[in-house]
T-cell receptor, first 115, second 116 residues
Framework: KQEVTQIPAALSVPEGENLVLNCSFT??????LQWFRQDPGKGLTSLLL?????REQTSGRLNASLDKSSGRSTLYIAASQPGDSATYLC??????????????FGTGTLLAVQP | DTEVTQTPKHLVMGMTNKKSLKCEQH?????MYWYKQKAKKPPELMFV???????INESVPSRFSPECPNSSLLNLHLHALQPEDSALYLC???????????????FGEGSWLTVV
């Protein structure tokens, strides 16, 4: 059974710092991995998707990497801003057909960026 | 337009009520999903529809009844719920993958359900 864990569970940093969020998964046979952001009481916003054949993806100040063999992904946020404060969730997708078409979410990292 | 719209945003219902949650997308996506999220927990999959047919039911109690009347709409019918069913219900959609692993799953803002 796939298990997805995120470390740390909570993180507080001063504005302007670069930071790394970690995601680990137990089954390396994944289809893709997606990073989401969730603001309090809101839905999920997709940040980056890394296909199983890719090593990293970048969008603005965000960079996500994937190492399937070790079961790890990282989300790097450069020059953090107070507006980055949210819960960050990683999710692995097992496959695309039938019973494998599902996202398994990690436990989340609650990020607070202090002005 | 990458929008998934959910209504209502908030719903309070008694244990004997019948209500429905609605979800709509106009991105041409043919896969739609219902997730349940309890406070401070990650979302958990409930149902998946592919081409308007139910493809995954994660052993959800029958008091939750999904319906996909057309390719843009997804409903979740609620009946005889329990207080522990109170949660944020998230709808999502995506392209149906045919081996291309780059299809993003898009989520709505969710419907907050309180069962009293």
């Amino acid at each position: 059974k796939q298990e997805v864990t995120q470390i740390p569970a909570a993180l507080s940093v001063p504005e302007g710092e670069n930071l790394v969020l970690n995601c680990s998964f137990t089954d390396s046979a994944i289809y893709n991995l997606q990073w989401f952001r969730q603001d309090p009481g809101k839905g999920l916003t997709s940040l980056l998707l890394i296909q199983s054949s890719q090593r990293e993806q970048t969008s603005g100040r965000l960079n996500a990497s994937l190492d399937k063999s070790s079961g790890r992904s990282t989300l790097y946020i450069a020059a953090s801003q107070p507006g980055d404060s949210a819960t960050y969730l990683c999710a692995v997708r097992r496959g695309y057909g039938g019973a494998t078409n599902k996202l398994i979410f990690g436990t989340g990292t609650l990020l607070a960026v202090q002005p | 337009d990458t929008e998934v719209t959910q209504t209502p945003k908030h719903l309070v219902m008694g244990m004997t009520n019948k209500k429905s949650l609605k979800c709509e997308q106009h991105m041409g996506h043919r896969a739609m999903y219902w997730y349940k999220q309890k406070a401070k927990k990650p979302p958990e999959l409930m149902f998946v529809y592919s081409y308007e047919k139910l493809s995954i039911n994660e052993s959800v109690p029958s008091r939750f009844s999904p319906e996909c009347p057309n390719s843009s709409l997804l409903n979740l019918h609620l009946h005889a719920l329990q207080p522990e069913d109170s949660a944020l219900y998230l709808c999502a959609s995506s392209q149906v993958d045919m081996g291309f692993s780059g299809n993003t799953i898009y989520f709505g803002e969710g419907s907050w359900l309180t069962v009293v």
